[in-house]
């Protein structure tokens, strides 16, 4: 069964830095993808960044050129570095993975249950 797990959310003061972690554990298999969604109160999840297993990356417009997402050297581990944090950044942040499992692109995905990152203005 395959697991995912975060690490790293905290409290931070506006202008600083955290460091988000995630490992998925129980899948013999690398992920397709690895992203990281957050939700704030009362608002929908959305997409934070996403990491293909080729390297490539995509961002949110309004994390862009605030946060970088990277693959660990552990299969199926990813970091999200977030600098300049803002109050708007509170939010839970979820780690979701991607596994594409035919040629017909059926996949599977997999959540972790969230970490709390709260920015203090």
């Known amino acids: 069964q395959v697991q995912l797990v975060e690490s790293g959310g905290g409290l931070v003061q506006a202008g600083g830095s955290l460091r988000l972690s995630c490992a998925a554990s129980?899948?013999?298999?690398?992920?397709?993808?690895m992203d990281w969604y957050r939700q704030a109160p009362g608002k929908q999840r959305e997409l934070v960044a996403r990491?293909?297993?080729?390297?490539?990356?995509n961002y949110g417009d309004t994390v862009k050129g605030r946060f970088t997402i990277s693959k660990g050297g552990a299969k199926n581990t990813m970091y999200l570095q977030m600098n300049s944090l803002k109050p708007e950044d509170t939010a839970v942040y979820y780690c979701?993975?991607?596994?594409?499992?035919?040629?017909?692109?059926?996949?599977?995905?997999?959540w972790g249950k969230g970490t709390l990152v709260t920015v203090s203005s």
């Open positions: 979701h993975a991607v596994r594409v499992i035919n040629v017909e692109g059926a996949a599977m995905d997999y």
């Open positions: 990491i293909r297993d080729n390297g490539d990356t």
């Open positions: 129980g899948s013999r298999f690398s992920m397709d993808s």
